[in-house]
C-alpha cells in the first residue's frame, strides 16, 4: 500500500519529487521495471518460423495437370532439382521433360521455382516458365502429400496456351 501511495504521487504530480528522497524514487521507479518484467513471456518464441526439413532438398519428377480455355495437359512431365536457402524457403531450377526417368535435363533449365513452407502447407509457389516462344508465371500453394511427401501445388498461370489452373505434383527421386 506503501508503495502504491508513493510511486501514485509521484506519478499524479511529479513537482513533489523534491520533497521525497532518493530511495522511495529509486524504490518506485525499481518496482515499475519488475513489474514490467513479470508482463513479459516466453510465448514470443512460440511465434518463430519453424525450418522445414532437410529431407524436401533433392531431384523430383512431377506431373502437371492443367486447363487452358483451348486445350488440356494431362500428365505433362517435368523435374526439379530444389534447396533449402532460407528457413522456410525452397528454390531451384524447373525442367519439361519428355519421360519421368529421371531429373533433370542436360540443357538448360526451362524455369525457376519457389515456395514457402510452413509445417505441411506450401504457403506459396511461384514458377518462372522461360520455355522459349511460351514463358510463364504460375502461382499458388499446396500442401506435403503425408502418405509420400510429395509436394503438391495447386496453381493459376498464363503462358502462350493462355490461363491455366491446375495441379503440379513434385515426387521426390
Not at 492443367?66 to 525442367?95: K, Q
Amino acid at each position: 500500500m506503501k508503495l502504491n501511495y508513493l510511486c501514485g504521487s509521484i506519478i499524479a504530480n511529479p513537482t513533489n519529487m523534491k520533497s521525497l528522497n532518493l530511495k522511495s524514487i529509486t524504490l518506485c521507479l525499481v518496482s515499475i521495471l519488475f513489474l514490467s518484467l513479470l508482463s513479459c513471456n516466453s510465448d514470443d518464441d512460440n511465434n518463430q518460423v519453424q525450418p522445414i526439413s532437410t529431407e524436401l532438398e533433392g531431384d523430383y519428377v512431377g506431373t502437371w495437370n492443367s486447363v487452358t480455355p483451348t486445350t488440356s495437359f494431362t500428365d505433362y512431365a517435368f523435374s526439379a532439382s530444389l534447396e533449402i536457402v532460407d528457413t522456410n524457403i525452397l528454390t531451384g531450377s524447373w525442367y519439361a521433360i519428355d519421360s519421368f526417368e529421371g531429373c533433370c535435363s542436360e540443357g538448360d533449365d526451362d524455369g525457376t521455382i519457389t515456395m514457402s513452407i510452413t509445417g505441411n502447407t506450401i504457403t506459396s509457389f511461384l514458377l518462372e516458365d522461360i520455355i522459349t516462344d511460351c514463358s510463364g508465371t504460375f502461382t499458388g500453394d499446396g500442401f506435403i502429400r503425408e502418405s509420400d511427401n510429395a509436394l503438391v501445388v495447386n496453381f493459376t498461370g498464363t503462358d502462350c496456351d493462355g490461363l491455366h489452373e491446375g495441379q503440379m505434383i513434385f515426387e521426390k527421386q
